[in-house]
């Protein structure tokens, strides 16, 4: 079922151009069939170029970095592009100042920006929700992000709300940011359904130790988060934790490359647009608006699919709707934790020998410690080291516990690989009702033979929620920079009322 991504701020659009970038790239390579390209693409009003248009909302106070992005869409040689008409720019920024685009900027577009939206919810045939793309540090991404997300939760109550939230350089991006990162985690614990917390400081490592990049640049690091992000969001199926996956679809009718795509949008016995045909693999495909393709059209006119029961991947359901229900089950937990592996810089792929025995084992391992990077690990922790229990005071490193995970497992084997070292009690909360889910595809993620993402609402958030605050009672202290926001009617009490409800939120789950 169709998500509706709307990119905030210059972090949000950027990290959004990337996403789709990613998307097409992933769609184009692999056969996900029809209903996984409708989720966050529809077809364009041009039937007969098979251009197809992505269901995303653009909103930034300065025209430059939308504009980029859009030009960047349409420069790609992809059969993607941003709608015409479904952006909302203004001529100066928020000047870093989350109270200025939440109480300033936000009633002002208020209209503007919800006629947008309407406008892609009427084109999509059932609605999951909404994927919001923001900074936490600025004005623009924070402020009216934040502004944006209660908005849709007035207008749209039954729809998911998913934020992916990139938390700054603790070395400091914005002198305010302290304050604008924990105002944006305050008011979206409360609006959002889940948030995935995106640290710019791990991407940065991940470039510059793992992918080999000696001066990471913005781009690269929105290059890894859209990878992480579309291979847990790509479509997968349902299977156990144990050898073969004893809870696996049968394997004539659900299993990675049988039966022709089907779900909201896809009708039956209809051919799916060929980015690449196959031999004998006929003409193009129709969209779920109705628009036929005509044959034998631009190769680069759509995502890859063919009929041959051979390469067509199980049915798509909606990956968004079922990552938050199952991951943010308890209203006091929100905060997800991404991780991806492996993470290896394209050159080196072809020369890479991948078992699914190595991944698996640095994926829990990152798991047990919080860590986010297959690097730096400390190999003596394991979930029954002393200061595994919620409420253990011992020194050392802190052993890591979850409400609940999920295991995306993409590659050769996925469906039948032993998971169930995932699946120990102890890396999750006594409580936990539900607390590991697994699901996988055949396909290949990223030209990788095997790959698994693992996102998790655990401790993680701890540490970096923890520092921003020590930063921002320090700068309350001295009332530094509190004149900025109290220009757009704020005052010290919501300073005050901000920083005790994430006092809250952080001791919530140190009590894990």
């Known amino acids: 079922m169709p998500v509706i991504t709307l990119q905030l701020g210059q972090c949000g659009n950027q990290l959004g151009c990337s996403f789709f970038h990613t998307l097409a790239s992933e769609l184009s390579a692999n056969d996900y069939g029809y209903a996984a390209v409708n989720e966050y693409y529809r077809a364009g009003p041009d039937t007969t170029s098979g251009i197809y248009t992505a269901r995303s909302v653009l ?16 420069a790609s040689g992809s059969w993607w592009r ?24 936000g009633p002002r577009v208020h209209d ?58 603790e070395s400091g991006e914005v002198i ?125 006119g759509a995502p890859r699919s063919s009929a041959s029961p051979a390469s067509c991947p199980p049915p798509s359901t909606s990956p968004l709707a079922e990552l938050v229900s199952h991951l943010c089950c308890h209203p006091a937990y929100r905060m997800l934790t991404l991780r991806a592996i492996p993470q290896l810089p394209p050159s080196s792929i072809d020369f890479t020998t991948f078992t699914w025995a190595a991944i698996l084992k640095r994926l829990r391992q990152m798991l047990v410690t919080g860590s986010v ?9 394991t979930p029954h080291s002393p200061g595994s229990g919620p409420a253990a005071q011992v020194p050392g490193p802190r052993v890591n516990r979850a409400v609940a995970n999920w295991l995306v497992l993409r590659g050769q084997g996925a469906g039948g690989v032993d998971v169930a070292d995932f699946a120990d009690p102890a890396l999750t909360a006594a409580w936990a009702v539900d607390p590991l889910s697994v699901s996988y595809n055949g396909n290949k993620f990223g030209r990788c033979l095997m790959s698994a993402s693992l996102l998790s609402n655990d401790r993680r958030c701890v540490g970096p929620i ?39 939120i952080s001791q919530r789950y140190v009590r894990l």
Not at 59 to 74: F, H, L
Not at 187 to 198: C, M, P
Not at 254 to 264: D, E, F, M, R, Y
């Open 59 to 74: 909103i930034d106070m300065e025209p430059k970095v939308v504009a980029g992005a859009r030009a960047s869409a349409a």
């Open 82 to 105: 941003y709608p015409s008409t479904g952006y909302l720019v203004m001529q100066s920024g928020s000047g870093n100042n989350w109270s200025q685009g939440f109480h300033g900027y």
């Open 112 to 169: 503007a920006a919800l006629e947008l939206v309407r406008r892609e919810v009427e084109a999509a045939d059932c609605l999951t929700g909404f994927l919001l793309l923001q900074s936490m540090a600025g004005g623009t991404g924070a402020g009216l992000g934040t502004y944006v997300a209660q908005a849709l939760k007035d207008e749209y109550h039954a729809a998911f709300i998913t934020n992916c939230c990139v938390w700054p350089y």
């Open 176 to 300: 305010v940011q302290p304050y604008n990162t924990l105002f944006t985690l305050s008011h979206l614990s409360d609006l959002s359904d889940g948030i995935v917390l995106l640290e710019n400081e791990a991407l940065h490592r991940t470039c510059a130790k793992l992918m080999g990049i000696n001066r990471p640049s913005f781009t690269d690091m929105n290059g890894i988060a859209a990878r992480a992000l579309a291979s847990v969001l790509l479509p997968s199926q349902s299977r156990g934790p144990n050898p073969g996956g004893s809870h696996a679809p049968n394997p004539t009718s659900g299993a990675p490359g049988t039966g022709a795509a089907t779900g909201p949008g896809a009708s039956p016995g209809l051919q799916l647009p060929a980015l690449r045909r196959t031999p004998g693999s006929g003409g193009r495909g129709v969209g779920s608006e109705g628009a036929a393709a005509a044959a034998g059209g631009s190769g680069l």
């Open 373 to 381: 990077l297959e690097e730096g690990m400390d190999w003596s922790v």
């Open 466 to 504: 923890q520092r921003m605050l020590e930063h921002a009672y320090g700068m309350l202290e001295s009332r530094a920079f509190v004149h900025q926001y109290e220009t757009y009617g704020m005052s010290v009490s919501d300073f005050q009322a901000c920083f005790a409800r994430i006092e809250d």
